[in-house]
């Protein structure tokens, strides 16, 4: 939920939030979290962990960083997003403070009081900022929308019941329903 808007926030705003509360910041717009629920956790959890270990197995250059990750998408004061999994194969993006610039894959777990924010808001920011590869997981539907930006491809909609191959990886799969 966006704050009334009455003046362009930076990630000054971000870093004075007190203890606890967590926001993000799109184009200087305030958008408060509430804290997720079991089920959305598990599910970044489950994703991390199978995303981290092909990682490892591949011995490539990438890493994976759950919520709570700071991701300075513009590299400006007014863009500040915590997605529920970044994907970074650039390492020079990454700082001590999170990564400057888009990561390369991201995934974003609906939250039933807000889905328009990953559906909308999001999906245009990624986008355009240079994010490769978007997926919207959505556990009150039981699917999985995938963006391939890299391709400029149609997305595709899956259910948990699908095998998903990721854009990104040509030999990896992501099967949802051993997630949940």
């Avoid at 489950?46 to 994976?64: A, F, H, M, S």
């Avoid at 807000?114 to 245009?124: A, T």
């Avoid at 999985?144 to 990721?166: A, H, P, Q, R």
Wanted: contains cysteine; hydrophobic residues 35%.
């Amino acid at each position: 939920m966006a704050l009334a808007q009455q003046r362009a926030y930076t990630i000054d705003d971000i870093y004075s939030l007190p203890d606890g509360q967590r926001a993000e910041l799109i184009d200087g717009k305030l958008y408060m979290m509430s804290p997720p629920n079991r089920q959305h956790q598990k599910l970044v959890s489950e994703l991390n962990y199978q995303i981290r270990d092909y990682l490892k197995r591949r011995e490539g250059c990438c890493e994976v960083y759950p919520a709570p990750f700071a991701v300075f998408l513009n590299k400006d004061d007014k863009n500040y997003v915590e997605p529920d999994i970044s994907v970074i194969c650039d390492k020079s993006k990454l700082t001590d403070s999170g990564c400057s610039g888009a990561p390369d894959w991201v995934i974003e777990i609906t939250s039933p009081s807000n889905p328009q924010m990953d559906y909308g808001v999001k999906l245009f920011k990624y986008r355009t900022a240079g994010v490769r590869e978007y997926w919207i997981v959505d556990p009150q539907k039981h699917t999985v929308m995938v963006y391939d930006f890299e391709k400029e491809k149609e997305s595709n909609l899956y259910t948990f019941d699908e095998d998903i191959n990721v854009c990104i990886y040509d030999d990896l799969v992501i099967k949802m329903a051993q997630l949940v």
